[in-house]
């Protein structure tokens, strides 16, 4: 596809995803994403957002649990 900012082509590519549902963040790893090859914009698809909700909503093992540093400009 071409990127909706710089018009750019993407490739797909499997990344590591912050991903906020009901007021919690989740890393969600090996999401399929389209990526631009200039300015780095990443295009998920509905369904791909889809399956990680239904993901975190479902039976699920936890990889790992991080602490995160919220900081103030
Ligand atoms: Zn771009």
Redesign the pocket.
Known sequence: MK?E????E?YRKKVRKQHWFRGKLYIIENVDAEV?T????RYFQATTLDKIDALITGEHSVTEVMSVEVLSV
């Open positions: 990127c900012v710089c018009n750019s993407t631009c200039e300015c780095g914009e």
